[in-house]
């Protein structure tokens, strides 16, 4: 009696060694529930009558058993992961797609503003380093095509000289510095640069209409200039409020 009950409570705690085992070692691998399985197999009583092949049989079920647990286990991780990342408001496949886009249409409003910006006077700047400067490429004949000639001719007389290209040419260098600064040195668009940007705006504002309307040299590509200047310093003001 004293030895069943011996053998009983080895039993009990084997049982139980073995459930904490398990417990702990939840994510074992395929290989070692095989081997199991195949142990189980061969010291089970009623597979001791069967033939090798009704035992490889057995075998390959079994296997087959013990990878499609592993298999459902490691599905039941992943969901779990996923539902987890959703319920503290991560979204990796939206973060994935989102950086795999990082195209210009996802960059924000102040970026597209500076870009355009820079865009624009850095075409005129760089005619403006060019030889024969803004007097060749804006004055009154232009080496474009003729039908160009209402958006790249800006004066009607000849204006050209040292002191003037000169002073186009230092223009040019300004326009591709400042503007460029964020695409060309990695500045940081903040609230005093864009404050910067609008100033200058005003200021080419006040210079376009004076010349347009003011000016008897001035030709018809200088009217959409003025309209262009006047929706580009309104979108500087709101960007500089709302930053």
């Known amino acids: 009696m004293f030895a069943l009950t011996s053998t009983s409570s080895a039993l009990a705690r084997s049982r139980v060694g073995t459930a904490k085992r398990s417990s702990s070692s939840s994510s074992s691998s395929r290989s070692v529930k095989v081997m199991?399985?195949?142990?189980?197999?061969?010291?089970?009583?009623?597979?001791?009558?069967?033939?090798?092949?009704?035992?490889?049989?057995?075998?390959k079920a079994t296997a087959l058993?013990?990878?499609?647990?592993?298999?459902?286990?490691?599905?039941?991780?992943?969901?779990?992961?996923?539902?987890?990342?959703?319920?503290?408001?991560?979204?990796?496949?939206?973060?994935?797609?989102?950086?795999a886009a990082g195209g210009?249409?996802?960059w924000p409003l102040e970026?597209?503003?500076?870009?355009?910006?820079?865009?624009?006077?850095?075409?005129?700047?760089?005619?403006?380093?060019?030889?024969?400067?803004?007097?060749?490429?804006f004055g009154p004949n232009p080496p474009f095509p003729k039908f160009t000639h209402v958006a790249m001719s800006y004066w009607n007389v000849d204006a050209g000289g040292v002191i003037t290209n000169w002073w186009?040419?230092?223009?040019?260098?300004?326009?591709?510095?400042?503007?460029?600064?964020?695409?060309?040195?990695?500045?940081?668009?903040?609230k005093a640069y864009l404050k910067q940007v609008t100033a200058m705006l005003c200021g080419h504002l006040a210079l376009f209409v004076n010349v347009t309307f003011f000016s008897p040299v001035?030709?018809?590509?200088?009217?959409?200039?003025v309209i262009l200047q006047v929706a580009l310093v309104a979108l500087g003001l709101k960007l500089i409020n709302d930053k």
Request: aromatic share 12%; hydrophobic share 50%; net charge positive.
């Open 65 to 99: 058993m013990a990878a499609a647990a592993a298999n459902q286990h490691h599905q039941k991780r992943g969901t779990s992961t996923i539902a987890n990342s959703t319920a503290s408001g991560a979204n990796p496949e939206r973060g994935a797609t989102v950086q």
């Open 111 to 137: 970026k597209k503003f500076c870009a355009f910006c820079f865009g624009m006077f850095g075409f005129f700047a760089v005619f403006m380093l060019m030889p024969g400067s803004a007097q060749l490429w």
């Open 218 to 225: 001035a030709k018809v590509a200088w009217y959409p200039q």
């Open 36 to 59: 199991i399985a195949k142990k189980n197999v061969d010291s089970a009583p009623s597979m001791m009558m069967m033939s090798t092949k009704d035992k490889e049989v057995a075998l």
């Open 168 to 190: 186009s040419r230092m223009t040019g260098v300004l326009f591709l510095s400042f503007l460029g600064g964020p695409f060309l040195f990695g500045a940081e668009i903040t």
């Open 104 to 106: 210009i249409a996802d």
